[in-house]
């Protein structure tokens, strides 16, 4: 299948026990750039991040190259110094038709 193309789009939304203000505004520019490292360095294209206290949205073009649990755990186990209390991620598919909806929803990271 030398010749295959896939266009994958995901929402990815983690957030913390509880719904708890555990993600410090302060961490929030970092916490931004690390995840778009692990997003990319797994080959997926980030389309858009935002922190908020109690929750994170990640737009993403997903590649199916890595299975989706694998880039969940990485996400969540590379980030967990900055939030201690974790619970549980979700994964949205979107439509292409969606996109530009989203792209204004999630504010774009500073990729």
Do not use: W
Request: net charge positive.
């Amino acid at each position: 299948m030398a010749n295959t193309y896939t266009q994958i789009y995901l929402q990815l939304v983690f957030s913390p026990q509880g719904h708890e203000n555990v993600i410090s505004p302060k961490h929030k520019e970092e916490l931004q750039k690390y995840t778009t490292g692990i997003v990319q360095n797994r080959k997926h294209k980030l389309l858009a991040i935002n922190y908020m206290p109690d929750h994170v949205h990640i737009f993403i073009g997903y590649s199916p190259s890595q299975p989706l649990p694998d880039l969940l755990r990485d996400i969540k186990a590379n980030t967990s110094k900055f939030i201690t209390k974790r619970n549980g991620c979700q994964a949205n598919s979107i439509g292409r038709k969606d996109m530009e909806h989203f792209l204004m929803v999630i504010p774009r990271s500073m990729m």
